[in-house]
Antibody, heavy 125, light 107 residues
Framework: EVQLVESGGGLVQPGGSLRLSCAAS????????MSWVRQAPGKGLEWVSV???????YYADSVTGRFTISRHNSKNTLYLQMHSLRAEDTAVYYC???????????????????WGQGTTVTVSS | AIRMTQSPSSFSASTGDRVTITCRAS??????LAWYQQKPGQAPKLLIY???TLQSGVPSRFSGSGSGTDFTLTISYLQSEDFAIYYC?????????FGQGTKVEIK
């Protein structure tokens, strides 16, 4: 079964650090694009970061320089290292497989087709 | 960053209704547009990608259209399980951006 399970969330003080993990099963993290998306309490979805199968990474402006996405291939796990956390980083963090899907013209598109259940990060003193 | 604007932000509908949600991009995104459904306490679910391609396993009452800056999600015959929040997302350029969401409520 294709599945993603996040962990590592919790309560952290402003300025602190936290590392989120996302364990995959049923597919290889290293062969796929993988993303993090977050959702602040009562708010909409915010894309955070992506790592390509080749290792390239991209970030939302709001987290650039503070967050780092990475993966451990043998553990089949995706990570999000978060530093200098702020109150506005409080959210449920989801990991997702950014799968290569094809349209009717057989042109590839990348969309998030498998999601974890989310892990909650609360930044507060 | 490309701004995605959905309308309406919320509305009430009855089962059996045909409903349409629109999504407008602040600049062209070609067909690099996906729609997600989210129910309370659950992770989002991919419905449509490439603006109009139905994800495997998604009921055919869902359909998408559009290209460039204007897109629509249509539910042809609303079912009870369709009451949820719907988000569009562009993946044409980074940072990827979501619309603010459209909440479909029971009338």
């Amino acid at each position: 079964e294709v599945q993603l399970v996040e962990s590592g969330g919790g309560l952290v003080q402003p300025g602190g650090s936290l590392r989120l993990s996302c364990a995959a099963s049923g597919f290889n993290v290293s062969s796929n694009y993988m993303s993090w998306v977050r959702q602040a309490p009562g708010k909409g979805l915010e894309w955070v970061s992506v790592i390509y199968s080749g290792g390239s990474t991209y970030y939302a402006d709001s987290v650039t320089g503070r967050f780092t996405i990475s993966r451990h291939n043998s553990k089949n796990t995706l990570y999000l290292q978060m530093h200098s956390l702020r109150a506005e980083d409080t959210a449920v963090y989801y990991c997702a497989r950014d799968n290569k899907l094809y349209d009717s013209s057989r042109y590839p598109h990348y969309a998030m087709d498998v999601w974890g259940q989310g892990t909650t990060v609360t930044v507060s003193s | 960053a490309i701004r995605m604007t959905q309308s309406p932000s919320s509305f009430s509908a009855s089962t059996g209704d045909r409903v349409t949600i629109t999504c407008r991009a602040s600049q062209g995104v070609s067909s690099y547009l996906a729609w997600y459904q989210q129910k309370p306490g659950q992770a989002p679910k991919l419905l449509i990608y490439a603006a109009s391609t139905l994800q495997s396993g998604v009921p055919s009452r869902f359909s998408g259209s559009g290209s460039g800056t204007d897109f629509t999600l249509t539910i042809s015959y609303l079912q009870s399980e369709d009451f949820a929040i719907y988000y569009c997302q562009q993946y044409s350029t980074y940072p990827r951006t979501f619309g603010q969401g459209t909440k479909v409520e029971i009338k």
